[in-house]
């Protein structure tokens, strides 16, 4: 018995040890769950084309980066997702880990659309109108009081006689950073609360009174939600609204509605840019993380008829494309050291997102 | 006698309302099942379209010669756009693209397939069933609505006109879907399976049995036969005790600090998706195994000892075997309880997107549960019917592993 015992803990050890020096020829993605369904499409067409494919784990972005950012060697991952830029804190943990080596990736975008149910009015909003909706505290005449309103014709008379209620994200959704950060932000400062209040401090509080439900990350629970209720709203990406179009439709912003054009443009105000980050240090040791990348970034994935535009990804403008592309070619590292001081070359290109980079 | 009476008719109203439970449990079990089965049962078959398929020998490069390995090296894109061209003449650019999606995009596996399995067949024509697209398929089963406009359609007006005439042909129907047996996970619905997450799990509950059996036995029988009972011993059963109610995801934080973060184990692999589970499976077969051990009389181990056998003796040959029973049946409901888990696998990485079958317990993989949450929180259409279809299988295996545990008992265990 003591033998038999004794080879148990034998073959434990040795097994342990075997997995110290295992070697990986599949590329490991982590990161965000909204890149995750374009990510993994182009896994599998990277699978396809000979190479093992790749597996994606749905981390979120902020959990993607804490992972791509613990280190070099295969017990990392080697790409991860991200629905915003990396952030200086996040870089500053890659550079203390020796990740210094990094590609970054800008490869489409997505739009965050505010929608809700067919049978609903179409309605054409405002970003102030949805934060005056949303916030705990709003500017009424002049003064901040308590958010007031029940029904979006209080707001604006020419709005539909709808009970104000929004289901959203959980705080550390990427989604929900994009849609503060473009809506609630923007029509909290179109409000003149700042100026009012001396700050932007409680821009992006949620009222607190049952209108505003926090949902999980699941998307579809949301659509499910939305159905059965016409007169409430949600926010979620682009690729959610495509797939649902029997059921869903989203409201205008700002008069505009999001299409590939609007989302590509920056004209539809929820855009945003989407993001993958290569470790260079692992190209070669792991096969296919370029080409994973140039798949990516190749007009048969987000051409006008490109199988990740056709499931909801915005091609980019011509010029950011182009410089993506060059950047994917000759692996141009990202200066990550610098994006820990809170630079970055597009900082001051004047996109609409270029106020987010390494922020 | 008027108290008997008030009495007895308030033991019929308690048996009423213990009635009343019973039939609301069930109610909301049936529901349950309902929502599944009807949301499910589509995912068991898919649409297929007939098609004339001329394996032309031009279009793969391979003639009645090549070897087998020419033959599955060999492309079968541009034959299988030649196929859709062949079985719908005269369509301009724009019309095949939309003919061409109303097949599923990689159906060159499909004649590929066919061709390793028939290689005489090369320079012939066949009749073969085609796999439509998922989004076809919806359509065809249903799911998704004809009649909204067309611009909130993913099958357009003309693509259904095709459909339409497809089907009074007769050229549509529905055969077994038996991909979702054998196939790993993929993003076309059409082509995803189970399997993969079959393996993923099959591989952690090895592992995990492997680890928490033995030790867990080995624990128990210490703590039960050969430790004196005591102040140490008191500490450790309700530390024990206490481990049983630990949330699973606490057991995932576990595996991600020790195992992947010290040892440096692989992330998202069955080898640690099985260690964390044994990690919460523990606690239960010892909680298990002790129960069914102290369960066998005194007189078993006095006989014993009294014909001269040493303790370890009385243990090993005796007192074990007669308890091997219930500690079975607590280990395979411990396993059973695993299977379920999702949380823990969530820490240590094993939700994700994995398309290749796992080959063993170092291979990256998906569980059951996690495969269910993945397709779940798939935008396609064609994952809500894999999402409660995968429901069934796990509901399957449960019952299955719950049955053994109660027929194991039955059938062995021994009344005193």
Known sequence: MKKSILTFLALAVSVLFSAETFARDQINIVGSSTVYPYGTVNAQRLGESGFKTPTYNPTG?????????????????????????MKSKEAKLCVENGVTNVVEVMWANDGITFSHSNAAEKMDLTRAEIWTAMAAKVVVDGEVVENP???????????????????????????RDAFDGNVME?????????????GDDGCTDYREDGRIIEMGENDTLIVQKLVEDKERFGYFGYSYLKDNGDKLQPASLEGVDPSEESIAAYEYPVARPLFIYLKKDHIGVVPGIQEFAQMMVSDEAIGSNGYLTKIGAAPMVSELLSRTRSDVDTLAAFDVVACAEKKHPLKDAGYAFSGKLCK | ??????????????????????????????????KIFSTGSGAFVRTTIEANVFFNPDFIQVNQNSLEK????????????????????????????????????KFDYQLRDYLLDNPDKIGQSIIMKITASSDLDQIVKGNYPRDVPEAQRKINDYQLSVLDKLTSEGKVSSVFNFWFFTKGDSRDPETAGIWGAVMGSLYALIICFSFAFPIGLLASVYLEEFVKPGKVTDIIE???????????????????????????????????????????????????????LRSVPPSIREGALAVGATKMQTVFHHVIPLSLPGTLTGTIIGMAQALGETAPLLMIGMVAFVMEIPGGPLDPATGLPSQIYLWSESAERGFLEKTSAGI????LFLIIMNTAAVLIRRRLEVKW
């Open chain 2, 70 to 105: 020419e033959l599955y090296r060999a492309s079968y894109v541009a034959l299988a756009d030649e196929v859709v061209r062949q079985n719908h003449p005269n369509l301009n650019e724009e019309q095949f693209i939309k003919v061409r999606e109303m097949y599923t995009r």
């Open chain 1, 61 to 85: 972005t902020g959990g993607g980066m804490k992972l791509f950012c613990a280190g070099v060697g295969v017990e990392h991952p080697d790409i991860t997702g991200a629905s915003r830029p």
């Open chain 2, 392 to 395: 069934m299988l796990l509901l």
């Open chain 2, 1 to 34: 006698m008027n108290s008997l009476n008030k009495r007895l008719s308030a033991e019929k109203r308690f048996q009423a309302y213990g009635l009343f439970a019973v039939a609301l449990s069930m109610f909301f079990v049936l529901i349950l099942m309902w």
């Open chain 1, 186 to 198: 923007k029509g909290c400062a179109a409000m003149g609360y700042e100026d009012i209040t001396g």
């Open chain 1, 149 to 175: 309103y029940t029904k979006w014709n209080e707001i604006n008379s020419s709005l539909p006689a709808y009970k104000i209620e929004v289901l959203v994200a959980p705080p550390t959704s990427g989604t």
């Open chain 2, 238 to 292: 309700v530390n024990i005790n206490n481990l049983a109610a630990v949330p699973s995801i606490v057991f995932g934080l576990l595996g991600l600090g020790m195992l992947i973060g010290v040892i440096g184990l692989p992330y998202q692999v069955p080898l640690v998706g099985g260690l964390v589970l044994g990690f919460m499976t523990l606690p239960t077969i010892i909680i298990a195994s002790r129960a069914s």
